[in-house]
């Protein structure tokens, strides 16, 4: 049986073995240097659309666009007004969680002077609550004028649930569905493309309360930049370690 091998390293490796390890190390470090500066641009935008966010939130109360105007992303959040007649029978209870523990969203359409509906998120209800019978002083009558800030519709549903307009469960504010499932007409013609949020003024009795919409834009840009820019020097300082490593010479040499 043969024994181990002498004592020693290995010969240094060729110049072209050298040179592909270089290349290798180079081009995972602009991969890297990639990525952070991606981060980086990204951190950007993201200041960029907060600052742009908070100053429509903020800014005075516009008129909500009519039922067959466009809207946009960069129409999100912005505070509007509107008035109107609630049309208390086509409220839709939408499934959510809020700082006062898991409810429903009340949507009810609002019908405007010209004949048009926009949907409002009068605010949260407890699921104790769900049926109007029990909050029949919010379900307030007559002329109504109606302050918050504009969403855009959420299709589809939420995280693995989808709406189930059938039986009556809804798990995003989703308009067309709405308005379908309610019968309130066709979006974009009869009915407006966006819902509204309505603001913390207090409604009769209590309830729905409103003025809970939560704006968050999570900005972790910065962490994930540092984070690949520091595994680019890393894997730089690996590779000029494992270069410069001494190595012994052959046996008896």
Same mark, same amino acid.
């Given at each position: 049986m043969?024994?181990?091998?002498?004592?020693?390293?290995?010969?240094?490796?060729?110049?072209?073995?050298r040179?592909?390890?270089?290349?290798?190390?180079?081009?995972a470090?602009?991969?890297?240097?990639?990525?952070?500066?991606?981060?980086?641009?990204?951190?950007?935008?993201?200041?960029?659309?907060?600052?742009?966010?908070?100053?429509?939130?903020?800014a005075?109360?516009?008129p909500?666009?009519?039922?067959?105007?466009?809207v946009?992303?960069?129409?999100a959040?912005?505070?509007?007004?509107?008035?109107g007649?609630?049309?208390?029978?086509?409220?839709?209870?939408v499934?959510?969680?809020?700082e006062?523990?898991? @409810?429903?969203?009340?949507l009810?359409?609002l019908?405007?002077?010209d004949?048009?509906?926009?949907?409002?998120?009068?605010g949260?209800?407890?699921?104790?609550?769900?049926?109007?019978?029990?909050r029949?002083?919010?379900?307030?009558?007559?002329?109504?004028?109606?302050?918050?800030?504009?969403?855009?519709?959420?299709?589809?549903?939420?995280?693995?649930?989808?709406?189930?307009p059938?039986?009556g469960?809804w798990?995003?504010?989703?308009?067309?569905?709405?308005?379908?499932?309610?019968?309130?007409?066709?979006v974009?013609?009869?009915?407006?493309?966006?819902?509204?949020?309505?603001?913390?003024?207090?409604?009769? @009795?209590?309830?729905?309360?409103? @003025?809970?919409?939560?704006i968050?834009?999570?900005?972790?840009?910065?962490v994930?930049?540092?984070?690949?820019?520091?595994?680019?020097?890393?894997?730089?300082?690996?590779?000029?370690?494992?270069?410069?490593?001494p190595?012994? @010479?052959?046996?008896?040499?």
């Open positions: 043969t024994g181990p091998p002498a004592s020693g390293e290995a010969p240094p490796p060729s110049p072209l073995r040179a592909v390890f270089v290349l290798g190390v180079v081009l470090f602009l991969a890297l240097l990639g990525l952070g500066t991606w981060q980086v641009e990204r951190r950007a935008w993201k200041l960029d659309l907060i600052a742009r966010v908070d100053a429509r939130v903020h005075p109360a516009s909500a666009p009519a039922a067959d105007a466009p946009s992303p960069d129409d959040y912005r505070h509007v007004r509107l008035s007649t609630f049309l208390h029978d086509r409220e839709t209870l499934q959510a969680v809020t006062y523990g898991g @409810g429903y969203w009340v009810t359409p019908r405007r002077d004949g048009s509906l926009v949907l409002v998120n009068r949260f209800v407890p699921s104790d609550r769900r049926d109007p019978a029990t029949e002083a919010g379900q307030v009558a007559g002329e109504s004028v109606v302050t918050g800030l504009l969403r855009l519709t959420e299709p589809g549903g939420a995280f693995l649930r989808a709406n189930d059938a039986h469960r798990y995003s504010r989703d308009v067309a569905a709405i308005a379908a499932a309610r019968g309130l007409g066709p974009g013609r009869s009915v407006a493309p966006y819902f509204v949020d309505a603001d913390d003024a207090p409604n009769p @009795g209590g309830l729905p309360r409103g @003025g809970l919409t939560v968050a834009f999570p900005n972790n840009h910065l994930y930049a540092i984070t690949w820019y520091g595994m680019a020097l890393m894997l730089v300082a690996a590779g000029v370690a494992l270069l410069r490593r190595r012994a @010479g052959r046996p008896g040499e």
